[in-house]
Structures are given as structure tokens and as C-alpha cells.
């Protein structure tokens, strides 16, 4: 920092986000800041973008300052330069350490004074700080909401800018009358600005604002529902499906009587517009279920949706049968969690065999699918988990079908193996002999080339069938031994702590007692030797 060299200098202060990252001690970043708040007040604006870079990087790291004090001292005299660049690398700065200064009343002045200079530069730097500091102090963010208005509505101020300051309106909601006032302000750029850009920016910031208030979310949904329905852009109903989603997760009993029903028209829409407009209208379609898979979440949505001829139930039985998978996954999930919600309210069950059947075909179909459908089995089987533990009269069924299912996999399908693995081992911790009639099988799969997650995620299905109080007999414990032989020391020590958990404690015993001697250091090698004694007096008693 001390040499001569611009460059030399430059390349000691972007090493200092490394630095940091390395050595996160509050006495290093303390000392390290205050000397980079130093080269930003005594050198030319090229280091000072360099320091603002290192803040930003390092914003994690700002609550270690201790000086606080000396660190705003030398920044913020900057901002009584004449050039207006200096200016909004001041501002720029200081707005990345809103986090330790949020309440700094000079730093709030210095802003507003900005946002009316006649250069574009420090106007939109001290955009950025009005966001920065807005999203950490609240009386900021109610101080400057009269402001940001008059700029939004001013006819001087450019679109461009204007879709810098909207953003800012999210945090406009630290009291009723002042999230009011921007929720008609949003409204009349609606009105005004039918631009996509504003429409969708004006959209996401009272999105965010019903968030916060919870009182808006009704009106809020209504409002993009409004605009999924009657926009006929595809980027606007996109972006306001994914606002919904956002929402949606706020929770169900958040939203008004009749948006759920709303949406299941527009699904319904999609679906028959797919043939005419293609991948556009299934992916709003795909989006559309998203929203409608987290409402179903919520017991209200479950429970007024119950009935066996309820639209929502008729639209995911239709959708059920859509060629694109991940449609029908979605809609099944949807199906399952309703049945889900019924067998645990003790409820009448609808649709059980329709549901059953399509889980089971969907599980078949997807694994023998080579393209990339791992996110929609997990998806498949997360639902067939929690209908068998909702319901474990299924586990039988399923059972088989995912048995079935994991023999047929090939050597290089190792992802789609282990999968099923996870969800035989899940289904087969909701009663002792769910997983039984598949020990045959299991046993002919351990002889075949498998991967090593595979091999030891079979193992613990193994361990988890004799856990039930059968004998091992000696085509279990050769399998076991032959696949153990193979394996490295971290694969056997999963093997060992799986046979341990199911009580096979003579298995554990022998996989510990061979690695104690293949460790590399006397702490591990202890801490073997204390897992065998404990898995060898487990064994004896």
C-alpha cells in the first residue's frame, strides 16, 4: 500500500477480501479497513474504486471494525470534494456499510443532498446508498419516502432512474400510513408507466411491501392475479407467478377467498393453450403449480379441497396424465398431500388408488428415463414416503415397485440407485417387515460392479431386514464381508456405523477392529479402538 507503483497498490488492496476470509480476526480487519479508509481519502478515485470493491466484498466482515468512529471519519471526508466522481465513490462506500452506520444522521443528509445534484453519477450512487441504508434503518426509509415519491412522480426525472428508485419503496413499511402512501403511489405507475421493466420492478416492490405488512397480501394477490389473467405479455404472467410463489409462502390463510380458484381457471387455461403457443404456455403452466404445490402446504388449502370432485382435485387427476413429467409430478404431489392431510385428520380418502397407481407408474417411467429426471424422482418419491407414513397399509406396494425398480438400474446409473436406496430405506423404518420380501434380491444386487454409495446404502437396507430379530445366515454375512473387502476406509466405517445403528454389533465389531490399523493418526486410532470395545460389549450383552 505504501509503494509508489498504482498498480502494485491496486493489487495489494483486491488481496484484501482473501485476507480476510482467511483470517477473520477483528484486530486484522480493524487495522486492515482503517488503513484502506486512508488510501480512499488520500488517493486518486481509481484506488478509491478498488476500496469500494474490498467493501462490498467484505460486507460479512464490517461488524469486526472496531473504530467505527475513525473508519466513517476518513471516508466521509471525501464528501466534501468538488468532483462529483469522488463524490459517488463516497456515497457508494458508505452505502455498503450501512449495516454498522444505519442510524448516522450526516450520512442521511449527505444522500438526500445528492439525489438533487445535477450529475447522474453521484445521483445514482446516492440511489444505491438510499437502498442500502433504507433496508437497515427505519427512520431512513420513512424520512425519505416523501422524497422518493416527488422524484418518482417528477417529470424531470428519467425512466431509467425512476426504475433505480422504485426498489427503494420495498422498505417503506415500518408503519400503516406510509406503506398506504406507497401502495398508491405503485398503483398510479401501474396506471402510468405500462412499460414491461415497470411493471415488473413496481410489481416486485409491493410484493415485497405485503410481505412485510401481511395486511397487503390479500389485495396484493388479487392485484397479480389481475395481471396473470388479463396482461397477454408472457414475461409479466411469469414474473407474476413467481411473485405468487413468494406469497404463496407467507402462507395460505394469507390469501383471499376465491385466489385459489382464480388460479386453477388460469392452470386450466394453460393447459388448453399449450397446443397453440407450446414450451411458453407449458412452462407458465409448470409455474402455475408451483404456486398451487406450496399452497397446498397449508391445511386451509387441504382441507377445502378435500372433496372428490373439487376443481383442484380434477385439475391435478387431469394433469396427472400430462406427457411432461414434470407436470404430472407436481400434480401428483398435490394429489398426495391433500391424501396425506386427510389420513391424518381421519378423513375420508378420495382418489387413494388413482394416486397410487400414478406414483408407482411415475417412479417406473422416470428411473427409466436417461435424461436428467433425478429432481423429479426425489420429487416422486418424497410424495410415496409420505403417503406410506400417512398410510403404512402402501409401504407393500411400493415397496415392490421401488425394489423393482433399483434391480433393473444399470452400473451406470449410480445417482438414480441411490435414491431409491434413501426412500427403501425410509419406507422401511415405518414397520419391521416392509422390506423383507426384497432380501433375495438385494443380495443378487450386491454381487453386481456398483458404485460405492451404492454398495453401502444397500448395505444398511441389509442391516435394517435382519434388524427385525432374524438370525443372520451365511449368504448375508458373505455378501457383507465380500462387499466390505472391496471398499475404502471411509465406506467401511459408514457400513460399520450402519450395522451398529440396526444392533448387528459382531458386524461393527470386526469392520472397527480392521480399521484401527489402516488410520493414520493416534486420535483416530483411539477413537476406533473405543468404538469396537463399546460395539464388542454391545455384542456380549
Known amino acids: 500500500l505504501r509503494s509508489k507503483n498504482t498498480g502494485e497498490r491496486c493489487e495489494a488492496i483486491v488481496r484484501f477480501p482473501r485476507l480476510f476470509e482467511k483470517y477473520p480476526f477483528p484486530i486484522l480487519i480493524n487495522s486492515a479497513l482503517l488503513k484502506l479508509a486512508d488510501v480512499f481519502r488520500l488517493g486518486s478515485n481509481f484506488l478509491r474504486v478498488w476500496v469500494l470493491r474490498v467493501c462490498q466484498q467484505s460486507e460479512k466482515h464490517l461488524d469486526k471494525i472496531l473504530n467505527v468512529e475513525e473508519f466513517v471519519k476518513?471516508?466521509?471526508?471525501?464528501?466534501?470534494?468538488?468532483?462529483?466522481?469522488?463524490?459517488?465513490?463516497?456515497?457508494?462506500?458508505?452505502?455498503?456499510?450501512?449495516?454498522?452506520?444505519p442510524e448516522r444522521q450526516q450520512v442521511h443528509h449527505s444522500i438526500r443532498r445528492s439525489l438533487d445534484s445535477h450529475d447522474s453519477v453521484e445521483v445514482e450512487a446516492a440511489i444505491y446508498a438510499?437502498?442500502?441504508?433504507?433496508?437497515?434503518?427505519?427512520?431512513?426509509?420513512?424520512?425519505?419516502?416523501?422524497?422518493?415519491?416527488?422524484?418518482?412522480?417528477?417529470?424531470?426525472?428519467?425512466?431509467?432512474?425512476?426504475?433505480?428508485?422504485?426498489?427503494?419503496?420495498q422498505y417503506m413499511h415500518h408503519d400503516t400510513?406510509?406503506?398506504?402512501?406507497?401502495?398508491?403511489?405503485?398503483?398510479?405507475?401501474?396506471?402510468?408507466?405500462?412499460?414491461?421493466?415497470?411493471?415488473?420492478?413496481?410489481?416486485?416492490?409491493?410484493?415485497?411491501?405485503?410481505?412485510?405488512?401481511?395486511?397487503?397480501?390479500?389485495?396484493?394477490?388479487?392485484?397479480?392475479?389481475?395481471?396473470?389473467?388479463?396482461?397477454?405479455?408472457?414475461?409479466?404472467?411469469?414474473?407474476?407467478?413467481?411473485?405468487?410463489?413468494?406469497?404463496?409462502?407467507?402462507?395460505?390463510?394469507?390469501?383471499p377467498r376465491g385466489a385459489l380458484d382464480n388460479l386453477i381457471d388460469f392452470t386450466l387455461q394453460s393447459k388448453q393453450s399449450i397446443t397453440e403457443h407450446g414450451t411458453?404456455?407449458?412452462?407458465?403452466?409448470?409455474?402455475?403449480?408451483?404456486?398451487?404445490?406450496?399452497?397446498?402446504?397449508?391445511?386451509?388449502?387441504?382441507?377445502?379441497?378435500?372433496?372428490?370432485?373439487?376443481?383442484?382435485?380434477?385439475?391435478?387427476?387431469?394433469?396427472?396424465?400430462s406427457p411432461d413429467l414434470l407436470v404430472a409430478v407436481k400434480a401428483v404431489t398435490i394429489l398426495t398431500r391433500i391424501a396425506c392431510?386427510?389420513?391424518?385428520?381421519?378423513?375420508?380418502?378420495?382418489?387413494?388408488?388413482?394416486?397410487?397407481?400414478?406414483?408407482?407408474?411415475?417412479?417406473?417411467?422416470?428411473?427409466?428415463?436417461?435424461?436428467?429426471?433425478l429432481y423429479r424422482l426425489k420429487m416422486c418419491l418424497k410424495s410415496t414416503v409420505k403417503l406410506c407414513q400417512a398410510q403404512p397399509a402402501h409401504s407393500t406396494v411400493f415397496v415392490e415397485v421401488i425394489g423393482a425398480t433399483l434391480m433393473s438400474t444399470q452400473g451406470n446409473e449410480n445417482k438414480t440407485a441411490s435414491v431409491l436406496?434413501?426412500?427403501?430405506?425410509?419406507?422401511?423404518?415405518?414397520?419391521d417387515d416392509f422390506l423383507l420380501p426384497?432380501?433375495?434380491?438385494?443380495?443378487?444386487?450386491?454381487?453386481?460392479?456398483?458404485?460405492?454409495?451404492?454398495?453401502?446404502?444397500?448395505?444398511?437396507?441389509?442391516?435394517?431386514?435382519?434388524?427385525?430379530?432374524?438370525?443372520?445366515?451365511?449368504?448375508?454375512?458373505?455378501?457383507?464381508?465380500?462387499?466390505?473387502?472391496?471398499?475404502d476406509g471411509w465406506s467401511k466405517y459408514?457400513?460399520?456405523?450402519?450395522a451398529a445403528r440396526y444392533g448387528h454389533h459382531e458386524i461393527a465389531t470386526k469392520i472397527f477392529k480392521g480399521l484401527r490399523e489402516s488410520v493414520a493418526s493416534e486420535q483416530l486410532h483411539f477413537w476406533l479402538s473405543g468404538l469396537e470395545l463399546m460395539t464388542s460389549a454391545e455384542n456380549h450383552l
Open 74 to 101: 476518513r471516508i466521509y471526508c471525501v464528501m466534501h470534494s468538488n468532483d462529483p466522481v469522488a463524490r459517488a465513490l463516497t456515497l457508494r462506500t458508505l452505502g455498503s456499510a450501512a449495516s454498522i452506520i
Open 130 to 169: 438510499a437502498r442500502m441504508f433504507a433496508s437497515q434503518s427505519k427512520l431512513f426509509a420513512v424520512s425519505m419516502c416523501s422524497k422518493i415519491s416527488d422524484m418518482i412522480r417528477g417529470q424531470a426525472t428519467p425512466a431509467s432512474m425512476k426504475l433505480q428508485l422504485i426498489p427503494i419503496l
Open 177 to 255: 400510513s406510509t406503506a398506504c402512501m406507497v401502495n398508491e403511489l405503485c398503483m398510479e405507475l401501474l396506471a402510468s408507466y405500462p412499460a414491461v421493466e415497470f411493471v415488473r420492478v413496481t410489481l416486485s416492490a409491493m410484493s415485497t411491501l405485503a410481505s412485510a405488512t401481511l395486511i397487503d397480501v390479500p389485495g396484493q394477490v388479487g392485484l397479480l392475479l389481475t395481471y396473470l389473467r388479463d396482461d397477454p405479455r408472457i414475461s409479466v404472467k411469469r414474473h407474476s407467478l413467481k411473485l405468487l410463489l413468494n406469497l404463496a409462502r407467507k402462507g395460505a390463510h394469507l390469501w
Open 280 to 321: 411458453e404456455s407449458s412452462d407458465l403452466l409448470v409455474k402455475t403449480l408451483d404456486v398451487i404445490e406450496v399452497l397446498s402446504l397449508s391445511a386451509v388449502t387441504c382441507d377445502s379441497n378435500g372433496e372428490e370432485n373439487s376443481p383442484l382435485v380434477a385439475l391435478c387427476i387431469d394433469a396427472s396424465f
Open 341 to 373: 392431510y386427510e389420513y391424518e385428520e381421519g378423513l375420508p380418502v378420495h382418489n387413494i388408488e388413482h394416486i397410487v397407481t400414478s406414483l408407482e407408474s411415475l417412479i417406473v417411467l422416470i428411473a427409466a428415463d436417461r435424461d436428467n429426471n
Open 421 to 431: 436406496c434413501e426412500a427403501l430405506g425410509a419406507i422401511g423404518s415405518f414397520g
Open 438 to 487: 426384497l432380501l433375495p434380491d438385494v443380495l443378487e444386487k450386491l454381487k453386481q460392479p456398483l458404485d460405492v454409495d451404492t454398495k453401502v446404502m444397500l448395505c444398511t437396507i441389509l442391516f435394517q431386514m435382519v434388524a427385525a430379530g432374524y438370525k443372520w445366515n451365511e449368504e448375508c454375512l458373505n455378501a457383507v464381508e465380500r462387499v466390505t473387502e472391496t471398499l
Open 494 to 498: 459408514r457400513i460399520a456405523r450402519g
